[in-house]
């Protein structure tokens, strides 16, 4: 394939699309727009280009994919032939903390490691990776400590951050078991080795074929109770990893909750306190130990008002007291039935019905003793 660019090429890429790609490559969610389909992979990094022409005999993509080219000294997408994936030529590194990708002149993506996150300046999209025991001890010590106290570490907030690898520590729940996967994403060292991520289990190489490398994906996550065993593999232990799960079951509200987080601070909106974590904001409901289950809405609220945002449907609402008040219930008791403890049934029933209207679903769990 030439690898050759031109300008017209890049005035005519589609860079959102290159960007959401590179997003669910980086975060193990699909943020393309698309499903995933069988049979084929769509989106996979390369650390060394050298490796396209092995990748495309081997079939692990179509059209419809995108592959990141490391090395490709060019201004950014490549231009497309017909029958054959976007190819993005890159320079720097996808997967070393510390380092950089770029693509062209205008994007920047830098790669940095957990625990050392907290201390690093933020200078513009970051993507930030569990890389081993210490990087994933801070990760949970950050989460325990905003459960407990409603205090979220700053850097994870900052909308400038995605986290890496959200499949292995509970992102999968919110978007149905099995989004990620090599059908989402593969990562291709320059050894030519394939995973998921830089970070996971070995899944086989380029000559294996996809199927082979989905069988192998399959078969690792099969022994674990937890989704996904393998984009972490690399890096944590699977009892490590399958121990810090069961005991925080509400890591997928964590990981909803900072979304929401950086969503409002993108909007200017500050000082965000969460439902659920160091607290709740009704008072009715302040001795209502907090749920083993995940909600998939969030409620935030700050001085200025308070917030509801529906990740599955990629909304926010802004919301007044009385509503607030409803919301919180049903979310923390479980259904309007039970939330009629706290707060007017007739009120329950119109909030619950007029944001079903809207595409979100408070009552999502069976009735529940309060």
């Known amino acids: 394939m030439n690898l050759s660019l031109t300008t017209d090429d890049l005035l005519q890429a589609d860079r959102r699309a290159v960007k959401r790609a590179l997003m669910s490559w980086g975060t193990g969610r699909n943020h393309t727009g698309e499903p995933v389909r069988p049979g084929r992979c769509a989106v996979v990094v390369l650390d060394n280009a050298d490796a396209l022409p092995d990748v495309l005999a081997a079939g692990l993509v179509d059209a419809d994919s995108t592959v990141f080219a490391g090395g490709v000294d060019d201004q950014g997408p490549l231009s497309r032939e017909p029958g054959r ?49 210490q990087d994933f001890a801070t990760f949970l010590a950050d989460a325990d400590r905003a459960r407990q106290t409603g205090n979220f570490a ?9 986290f890496a690898d959200q499949s292995a520590y509970g992102a999968t729940l919110l978007d149905g078991a099995g989004v990620d996967g090599p059908e989402l994403r593969l990562w291709v060292d320059g050894a030519g080795q394939v995973s998921t991520s830089p970070n996971g289990s070995l899944l086989g190489s380029i000559g294996d074929g996809f199927a082979a490398l989905h069988r192998k994906w399959r078969e690792i996550n099969a022994g674990s109770g937890f989704p996904c065993a393998v984009s972490l593999g690399g890096s944590i232990g699977q009892d490590e990893r399958a121990a810090a799960l069961t005991a925080r079951p509400w890591l997928p509200d964590y990981l909803m909750a900072l979304d929401a987080m950086k969503d409002l601070h993108a909007r200017g909106r500050r000082e ?95 009735p529940a003793g309060v």
């Open 85 to 133: 994936p976007r190819v993005v030529g890159y320079q720097g590194s996808a997967a070393e903390p510390g380092e950089e990708l770029s693509i062209g002149d205008d994007f920047f993506l830098q790669i940095q490691d957990y625990a050392t996150s907290e201390y690093m300046s933020l200078l513009g999209p970051t993507l930030i990776r569990i890389c081993g025991p």
């Open 154 to 162: 700053e850097f994870a907030t900052n909308p400038a951050v995605q």
């Open 272 to 366: 965000i306190r969460v439902s659920g974590f160091g607290g709740r904001r009704s008072t009715a409901l302040a001795d209502v130990p907090a749920s083993a289950e995940s909600a998939r809405p969030v409620l935030l609220w700050n001085e200025d008002g308070a917030y509801l945002v529906d990740q599955r449907i990629g909304r926010t609402f802004g919301i007044d007291e009385a509503t607030a008040d409803a919301v919180e219930a049903v979310l923390v008791l479980g259904s309007v039935e039970t939330a009629t403890a706290v707060v007017d049934p007739a009120r329950l029933r119109s909030v619950a019905s007029s944001f079903a209207a809207a595409g979100v679903l408070l009552d999502y769990r069976e």
